[in-house]
């Protein structure tokens, strides 16, 4: 779902233990959900101790004193600031120099205008299974997840709370794909026993069953117009459906390894895929041939997504790059971007990605960073969560407030993310090593205090 009204060196580890805190850019709270861990640290004052001024002896007490004055007086001017608040703080800090700068830097502007609210967001929520896929209900507080085990998990959330309200034992092997209709009244879902199944989202009535829908096991599925949805398999079979229908429009194999992906677009007839061999393949909706393939990229292609009014196709890789096309015109990417380090030729694998604004792509990588990336021009704008696992997959909310992901680690996580539409980037402004590391609003991680005065 793409919120119609987001490129960051990796901080948790990029080929290093991601306990590290230096790595992190600051303290990862992994349960936490206190929104506390949100905001932003000032700056702790040393207080002076008195007991220096004791040990100078008597024949010094007159300095002593005077030293005793002038700590005293540290100790107010530190005690009123931290009275004043974060913008006393920033205020005294911008004073000499840095006001110029700080004008015009759109990421770190709204960054301030957020960053002294309070952060409200769902709890995470700990599984027993692992969920491999998730998809927010088109218009209610209810986020569907699809697990190993073949189950379809239903829970609403609020900022509280985040309850089961329905589960449904679907599949027999694990559920790959799981995404509600237009309308929410319906989730479609594929499976590794290679079934799709349409579901009754209040009922759980199976309104249509395709048992045995591919030879090979299911890894993907997308909802392409309202009847109209296709799959893909472990060997590359793309298959086309109309739900009103039993059997399959069309069927294609370009492909031998798995199909990751599958985007099409309600004004245009072609259906564009990634795929584990390294392409992106596009076929024809009304000829039901091949339209052109791309040359091989020696990487696996991961996921993809469309942005900029769906003129912009997005690639994610198993190399941690990202290359971009023009949608309908696939034999060559227009630019190549990496998320995690731009002086890398590659980080780590992104394995999901969700853009949530015309410009602004999230990715989620295999070292459970949540980055966010402006897209045109090109800007690392911050890390948006953290999981201790891979992220395995993302979605936005329909009113564009929270992003949900889930992970290896058995969580679910709820990310605010309204800020973004705050985030304006021009030509001239320039992403730094530090912004690249930078805790957004959202993350759980705190950043180092220095580093954020740095910033200011």
């Not at 002593?64 to 920033?90: C, L, N, V």
């Not at 309202?226 to 086309?240: F, H, M, P, R, Y």
């Amino acid at each position: 779902m793409v919120l119609s009204e987001h490129f960051i060196d990796n901080p948790l580890n990029e080929g290093e233990d991601s306990s590290s805190e230096d790595e992190v850019g600051g303290v990862f709270s992994a349960d936490s959900d206190d929104s506390d861990n949100d905001s932003f640290p000032s700056d702790d004052s040393d207080m002076s101790d008195d007991s220096d001024s004791d040990d100078s002896g008597d024949s010094d007490e007159d300095d002593s004193m005077d030293d005793d004055d002038d700590e005293d007086g540290e100790e107010e001017e530190a005690e009123s600031s931290e009275e004043a608040g974060p913008s006393a703080k920033r205020l005294k800090k911008d004073e000499g120099a840095g006001e110029d700068e700080e004008e015009e830097d759109p990421v770190v502007q709204a960054i301030l205008r957020n960053k002294d609210k309070k952060r409200e967001r769902p709890p995470d929520v700990t599984v027993e299974e692992l969920i491999t896929d998730i998809s927010f209900h088109p218009a209610a507080d209810i986020i569907a997840t699809g697990n190993n085990a073949g189950d379809i998990i239903l829970y609403k959330y609020g900022t509280e709370s985040v309850d089961v309200v329905k589960t449904y034992e679907i599949h027999t092997k694990a559920c790959r794909a799981v995404e509600f209709n237009a309308d929410g009244d319906t989730i479609f879902s594929a499976s590794k026993d290679k079934s799709i199944s349409l579901t009754d989202s209040e009922s759980g009535k199976l309104k249509q069953l395709y048992e045995k829908a591919h030879e090979d096991e299911i890894y993907c599925l997308s909802v392409l117009r309202e009847n109209i949805i296709a799959t893909g398999d472990q060997s590359g079979v793309l298959k086309v459906w109309d739900i009103r229908t039993k059997s399959e429009l069309f069927s294609i194999k370009e492909l031998d390894d798995y199909i990751s992906s599958i985007k099409g677009k309600e004004d245009s007839n072609i259906i564009a895929y990634t795929s584990g061999e390294g392409v992106v393949t596009a076929v024809n909706f009304n000829t039901k041939k091949l339209d052109c393939q791309t040359n091989a990229i020696e990487a696996e292609l991961t996921c993809s997504g469309l942005f900029r009014n769906e003129t912009k196709y997005v690639v994610g890789s198993s190399l941690g790059v990202l290359y971009i096309y023009d949608w309908g015109n696939f034999e060559e990417h227009t630019d190549i971007l990496n998320p995690s380090c731009e002086k890398k030729k590659t980080g780590p694998s992104i394995s999901c990605l969700l853009p949530i604004s015309e410009n602004v792509v999230l990715t989620g990588l295999d070292n459970g960073v949540i980055r966010a990336t402006h897209m045109f021009p090109s800007q690392h704008l911050g890390i948006v969560g953290q999981h201790e696992l891979a992220v395995d997959s993302l979605d936005i909310s329909y009113d564009g407030q929270y992003v949900a992901s889930s992970s290896a680690d058995l969580k679910l996580r709820f990310w605010p993310i309204a800020y973004f539409q705050d985030i304006e980037i021009s030509h001239k402004d320039k992403a730094t090593k530090a912004k690249k590391n930078f805790n957004l609003p959202s993350s759980k991680a705190v950043n180092p205090s220095n580093f954020f005065s740095g910033l200011m």
